[in-house]
């Protein structure tokens, strides 16, 4: 019963997924950011908490190794991933701090940031994109049907309709998916 229940719940999301033109015009929008982005040499940061953070790791991977095909590295990277510097910085000052300190650090005008998180209201991913707006980076939610906090705040909400965790975390990576492989057959088109 659990097995055939969450399968058609999962379908159920991305058939309204399948017909939402406005989400369709935000996804190309958020993966024009990074193209125009990459082609200025900038780079596109991610951050989320616990099975976002695995999800922000995941695109952050396809985009700075490879996706369908070999070609150049983007320069794309998941703010959670050196532990030492998560667990400082949470320690030393509050674990709200960790994403907006390495985005003071490493993000610059014009990079792209994104953000995962399902409520769209996680304080440090929250935090992170008000200090991306300081430096002049753009954003990117990847949230929930709601969009939380980050509704109003990212440049791009991209709004899953749902409000189940697990669904909407699936639709995540289909969505990083569709942004990889947009992002790499613009900039590494292949012939033929």
Known sequence: MIIKKSIGQSIAV??????????HGKIQQAA???????QKQGKVLLCGNGGSAADAQHIAAELSGRFY?????LYAEALHVNTSYVTAVANDYAYDEIFARMVKAAGR???????LTTSGN??????????AKK???????????????????????????SVNTARIQEAH??????????????IFPKNG
Do not use: W
């Open 109 to 115: 005008k014009g990079d792209v940031l994104i953000g």
């Open 173 to 186: 990576i289909l969505t990083g998916h569709i942004l990889c492989e947009i992002i790499e057959s613009t």
């Open 69 to 73: 095909y070999d070609r150049d590295p």
């Open 14 to 23: 991305k058939q309204q997924m399948l017909t939402d033109q406005d989400l």
């Open 32 to 38: 024009d950011s990074c193209i125009e982005c990459f």
């Open 135 to 161: 430096v002049g980076m753009i954003t990117v939610a990847f949230t929930g049907q709601t969009g939380g906090k980050l509704a109003e705040l990212a440049d791009i909400c991209l709004k899953i309709p």
């Open 122 to 131: 996680s304080a440090n991913v929250v935090k992170a994109f008000q200090q």
